[in-house]
């Protein structure tokens, strides 16, 4: 389409971001009363999946990458200092960089890609799968 650009809630092309802002809000308010590594697997669990699968089907769209990485840089900007620093909360932050990397590098092999590879693999996997993918399904 051609209203990729900066058409009215850019920050929104990403799909529901107030709704999982207020999630991780809610999510980040229990920080003082559970463990790190609680909190960061939950975050693993439940708020990076949506995030990584809005973000794919944003990046499908061929969005104005501007836009794309500032709605990155906001998110990372939500998570407090240790808590982005922890080992799952760094996968998901590297997954997000991960995608968005490939789809700049190859939007034709991106597009055969599914949000699910970058979620379910770690980054070591993740590469070997798209070698593999593009490999297998070259032509």
Sequence with gaps: GDGA???GGAGGEAGGEAGAAAALSLALGWSDLMPLEMLAALLEAHFFPGLLRALHA???RD???DAVSAWYL???ERLPEDVAAS???RNGLNAALDMMN???ADAEAFAVTTAE???AAPAVGRA???EEGRAGGGG
């Design 128 to 130: 070997a799968g798209a």
């Design 87 to 89: 080992h799952a909360v």
């Design 63 to 65: 969005p104005d990458l």
């Design 117 to 119: 590879q970058y979620i």
């Design 74 to 76: 906001r998110w990372k």
């Design 102 to 104: 490939a789809a700049v």
């Design 58 to 60: 944003w990046l499908l």
């Design 5 to 7: 650009g900066d058409g």
